[in-house]
């Protein structure tokens, strides 16, 4: 088939537009998983709702963190229930759209006191949302918009929609929208918010492999290529063990009220960090970096950022800070807003370009989320040191962004 044909082909295919909310969501999607899905449509591999949904998913999810975007794509695409990215309990789902839009129409349906957002414990409004969202996601039978049987819906089967998709030719048994409903895999999803253990999970996976130590190893590849070379004659080849050698450098914003909200989530990467690597050195510094940083929390004991600068190459910089500030604190002279950092006229952009040029391996990890990096207060300054850094939030996929960028698995001295 020619590349023509193929994409007019994948045009026609069914449930594109489902391929490219999965895109939204975060689920990464071709068109060659297009015309995968429409070759399995043509061999008859769907034939009930449960079967629909567990093909798209076998063709679509590759990796554990997308499976709970699929399966909240899936739900708004073919059932109509936008599901938040969070889990039930959580306090983010009160900044999350879903549960705004509920909020102001249960009160414009008089569901809930018009002064509901003041009156109400915040606890109190999540547990009436996620009382109706799981209402949504029981077996749906009749209607116009849900797959399920006997109604006007596009999707299911006994209907009276006309040009629908027909699923199914038996009782529906809803058992696709419960498991979407049990949300089994919202802790792994890149939008999750950072907890203990999903935090060590992604660090884990944050090596810088060298060869160190003796000759222990033995080097399989090499003694074959040894061995034929000598007529079958055993020639034993070892080489050095690869060990993790990873150099931690933790500069963390400390002291401004804009991080205050931070606090937790930064303690908890400090801790984790700390655990997990041994060779790892924090600092401290105030909205951005100057000459200085300091050893301790106070800041009072300085460290020049010139001996920062003579540290290996290979050293991994992760700065922690929100990089919200007055644009002159960060592009000028004598820009700090600490009276004992006047002493060195180079603004602030110019130390940060020295250490993002001298340390390739370094990132501005942003407890910010992503949403809202334009528009904010500061949104100027954390434009410019994205410019310089590799920026990242601090949700699970922002660190697992982190641990790709900072890792090192080439094993190369």
């Given amino acids: ?93 009160l900044r999350t759209k879903q549960f705004q839009d509920w909020l102001n129409r249960a009160i414009e349906a008089g569901d809930l006191p018009a002064r509901a957002k003041w009156d109400m414990k915040p606890e109190e409004l999540m547990k009436k949302f996620w009382e109706r969202l799981k209402e949504q996601t029981k077996e749906h039978h009749g209607g116009n918009k849900w797959i399920g049987t006997k109604g006007n819906s596009p999707f299911g089967h006994s209907g009276n929609a006309e040009g629908g998709v027909r699923v199914g030719g038996g009782p529906g048994n809803g058992s696709a929208l419960k498991v979407i409903g049990d949300r089994r895999y919202v802790s792994y999803s890149h939008d999750n918010t950072l907890r203990s253990d999903n935090l060590r999970q992604a660090l884990d996976s944050m090596k810088h492999l060298k060869k160190a130590g003796a000759e222990t ?54 801790s984790k960090l700390h655990d997990r690597f041994d060779e790892i050195k924090t600092y401290y510094f105030h909205n951005t970096i100057y000459d200085k940083v300091y050893i301790d929390q106070r800041r009072i004991r300085a460290y020049n950022i010139d001996k920062l600068l003579q540290q290996r190459e290979d050293t991994r910089i992760v700065i922690l800070g929100d990089a919200t500030m007055a644009p002159e604190e960060l592009a000028s002279a004598y820009g700090s807003i600490s009276g004992f950092e006047l002493d060195d006229a180079r603004p602030s952009l110019h130390w940060l370009n020295l250490i993002a040029k001298r340390f390739e391996h370094s990132v501005w990890l942003n407890p910010i989320s992503k949403q809202r990096w334009t528009g904010n207060y500061g949104a100027w300054t954390l434009k410019q040191i994205k410019g310089i850094f590799h920026m990242e939030d601090m949700t699970l996929g922002g660190i697992k962004g982190m641990v790709e960028h900072l890792s090192d698995f080439t094993g190369k001295e």
């Fill in 1 to 93: 088939m020619s590349a023509a044909a193929q994409d007019e082909k994948a045009y026609n295919a069914l449930f594109v537009n489902f391929v490219y909310l999965l895109r939204d969501y975060g689920v990464p999607a071709g068109p060659k998983d297009i015309l995968d899905m429409n070759r399995g449509f043509e061999k008859g591999f769907v034939r009930s709702l449960d079967e629909l949904f567990v093909f798209l998913r076998l063709t679509f999810v590759r990796r554990v963190e997308h499976m709970d975007s699929f399966e909240r794509a899936f739900a708004l695409y073919f059932y109509d229930i936008d599901i938040p990215p969070v889990e039930e309990g959580d306090l983010a789902l």
């Fill in 217 to 270: 190893d033995l080097d399989l590849h090499e003694t074959i290529r040894r061995t034929s070379r000598n007529g079958g004659e055993i020639e034993l080849v070892f080489k050095k063990e690869l060990r993790d050698k990873m150099k931690i450098v933790l500069l963390i914003d400390n002291g401004g009220y804009s991080m205050t909200p931070y606090v937790d989530i930064t303690r908890l990467l400090f």
